[in-house]
């Protein structure tokens, strides 16, 4: 089994930046991939960002592309979520997911965290 739990949220102003942290226990040598997902009011959850067991491959939904940098340390067990030029739109409750098979980067999740509320005022 794999724990995750998220940490960095908040209220912040459009334009401003913040840091999601996750933390990874329990049977972390299993994960291959992990990602951020958020959920809005109202609508599905959908993918935001992932990154693959070593770091080196990351993949980016459009809307955060260029805004989002995902990373990972693997001697922590812990996969941060950089946020810069945040929009109200980016409100949203967030959620750390780990994949345990190499597929797709955007789907087939197997670990969730609790998640972390992020809302950005106008």
């Known amino acids: 089994q794999v ?11 459009a334009g401003a930046s913040l840091r999601l942290s996750c933390a990874a226990s329990g049977r972390t040598s299993i994960i291959y991939k992990m990602a951020w997902f958020r959920q809005a009011p109202g609508k599905e959850r959908e993918f935001v960002a992932a990154i693959s067991r070593s770091g080196g491959n990351t993949y980016y939904a459009d809307s955060v592309k260029g805004r989002f940098t995902i990373s990972r340390d693997n001697g922590k067990n812990t996969v941060d979520l950089q946020m810069n030029s945040l929009r109200p739109e980016d409100t949203a409750v967030f959620y750390c997911a780990a994949g345990l ?22």
């Open 101 to 122: 098979r190499r597929n797709s980067w955007y789907a087939d999740y197997d670990y969730w965290g609790q998640g972390t509320q992020v809302t950005v005022s106008s």
């Open 3 to 13: 724990q995750l739990v998220e940490s960095g949220g908040g209220l912040v102003q």
